[in-house]
């Protein structure tokens, strides 16, 4: 199979994989990546419409799920597991960014609460829900999507948004380091700025923070779906079975860098 960037191999051939926020951006991408190695690929998404689509795409399952609600977390990988029988990969990237999380000065307690919940609390049901399923197996990855923000601060606040993915960088180290020697590695994937639809909404409202960002990024772009698709890939394959319990940095050289090129 191929794509726009070449070659793809199948190194996920006969695995499972769940994927939260699997109806747009990283998540869409990354089903799409997923199913092209080989991989039975569950869609799990809050939108019907759009998890579907991904899902026949895919060639897979759709379930329809609110990742704030343990009883639908629950479902989603019994659903997998009942209809693939394994639960080898699991891609928790369900996530929000509202305007309405700003400044801390700003930034009020439900608005607070609601990304919390959402960007970290849905990142604790989904390894919850996973692990009983790859403890039996003895074998399994789990990728949560924290961000490159986790590592590094921003004037251009987004302070609940930065807080969640802080806690999806600590919760991630902490279930690779415990559950490494039953086969199982936990890996937060931490994205630079992505180009989805997600990052288009919130700079089209305010086109002076997209460029104060984009000036920070060393490769002057934002990244694309597709990259981050396949970093994931990677981190669900073989091919990163000593890579646990760390911040997988996609970011374009933002963390490494001090003075960016001239254009």
Sequence with gaps: MTTDSGNICRRLTGRTAVITGAGSGIGLATARRLASE??????????????????KEAGGTFVSVDVTDPDQV?????TAYATYGTVDIAFNNAGISPPDDDSILTTGLEAWKRVQDVNLTSVYLCCKAALPYMRRQGRGSIINTASFVARMGAATSQISYTASKGGVLALSRELGVQFAREGIRVNALCPGPVNTPLLQELFAKDPERAARRLVHIPLGRFAEATEIAAAVAFLASDDSSFVNATDFLVD???SGAYVTPLD
């Design 74 to 78: 629950e479902a989603l990988f019994a």
């Design 38 to 55: 080989g991989a039975n690929v569950v869609c799990g998404d809050i939108d019907a419409d759009a998890g579907r689509a991904a899902a």
């Design 252 to 254: 374009g050289g933002i």
